[in-house]
């Protein structure tokens, strides 16, 4: 019987609207919670960088936590918990977003962007896999298979922030944005 390497993977997210680029860092608990102490952050798009997506991205990618032991099921209290505990720091998070950038709130803040979903599987690769995503009115999704010919970038953890900026840019440009 083949045994199959355990993947133990961090998560970040990166959104990207007409007036702000954001960068979301994501703890793993059987699924993805906002992180309650990974690094996150946003700017004005017009001062986004490549240098600048690629700094905050490494930060976010690193500092995101996996909290999973395979084989052993989560007891659903402490699934409950984690829940009760990332929600407001997301709902935190976004509003200051909205504040800063004038949206109405957290949700239309977050309704119109182009999304990223970043993964690395970080004892088994260097190498962060950055699928681009499909807008589906308030959310995102991947995209089927067969369809998802050129949405699918690799870059190193070890490449330079401004390497890695430009790879998620491309990244941002695959998507199907809500606001198209």
Not at 50 to 68: A, C, L, M, T, V
Not at 113 to 128: G, P
Request: proline fraction near 4%; aromatic fraction near 14%.
């Amino acid at each position: 019987m083949q045994k199959f390497p355990i993947r133990r993977q961090k998560y970040a997210h990166i959104f990207r609207a007409k007036k702000y680029l954001a960068i979301e860092c994501q703890e793993v608990w059987k699924g993805s919670y906002f992180s309650r102490t990974g690094w996150s952050s946003y700017i004005d798009r017009a001062s986004a960088t490549p240098k600048w997506i690629g700094e905050n991205f490494g930060k976010s990618i690193q500092s995101s936590e996996y909290f999973n032991t395979p084989g052993v099921p989560l007891p659903r209290e402490t699934v409950a918990k984690v829940h009760a505990e990332c929600g407001p720091l997301m709902l935190a998070f976004w509003g200051k977003l909205a504040a800063e950038f004038r949206f109405k709130d957290w949700k239309a803040a977050r309704a119109k962007t182009a999304m990223v979903f970043a993964c690395w599987d970080y004892e088994l690769t260097d190498q962060i896999e950055l699928r681009a995503s499909k807008g589906r009115g308030g959310g995102h999704s991947g995209w089927l298979q067969g369809e998802d010919q050129g949405t699918v970038f690799h870059v190193s953890i070890n490449a330079s922030n401004e390497e890695l900026g430009n790879v998620i840019i491309q990244a941002l440009n695959a998507c199907k944005p809500n606001y198209l």
